[in-house]
């Protein structure tokens, strides 16, 4: 795994920076299993890691709620998410996420049950999945609500902007620092 040109990315705007950054991602995760998508993730730089952990909240929690969050395989890093939320300052959503892990922390077999149900299903097949899952009522509706609520109050896209500008530049100097010709 090459990894980007940290000192050139310092020149791109947030959105082109962001957009770069998730290009990377894209190329690097594509196609792997869970298994290598998770030893991967785990040696990422940390602007990279927050930023393919929170982009898939972001994306799961707009698709379909932070029930789907939890019940798709994006919810198995809800605890890095977490973590990454905090890092950018983004106290409200870290607490939110934090609330509806709790709920699915109390009863895992449900949890596990409904997810192992449905891969035994077939590819087309028209189904529930989040019948009979607890509290999944609230999980879908006020809880997914606050996330929300709390997203804007924290502006966690300009937190997360600023997170990955100051990141970029503490890897690229690092970076320059090691290519200097040390004195002899």
Do not use: C
Not at 97 to 112: I, N
Not at 149 to 155: K, L
């Amino acid at each position: 795994m090459v990894e980007p040109d940290w000192a050139a990315l310092e020149d791109l705007d947030d959105d082109q920076l962001a957009a770069a950054l998730l290009e990377y991602l894209d190329a690097v995760m594509a196609g792997r299993s869970v298994e290598a998508e998770d030893a991967l993730l785990a040696v990422l730089p940390r602007p990279l890691q927050a930023l393919w952990l929170l982009s898939w909240l972001e994306f799961e929690v707009t698709q379909g709620s932070l029930l789907a969050y939890f019940f798709n395989s994006a919810g198995r890093h809800a605890a890095l998410a977490m973590a990454a939320l905090h890092d950018i300052g983004a106290g409200r959503m870290e607490q939110v996420l934090t609330e509806a892990a709790a709920v699915v922390a109390a009863d895992p077999a449900a949890w596990d049950k409904g997810r192992s149900d449905l891969d035994a299903l077939g590819e087309w097949t028209v189904t529930q999945p989040y019948r009979d899952l607890p509290r999944a009522d609230i999980l879908g509706g006020s809880m997914t609500s606050r996330f929300w609520e709390a997203a804007e109050i924290d502006d966690w896209g300009q937190r997360l902007d600023a997170y990955l500008r100051r990141q970029v530049g503490s890897i690229a100097a690092w970076g320059q620092q090691r290519q200097r010709p040390r004195p002899g």
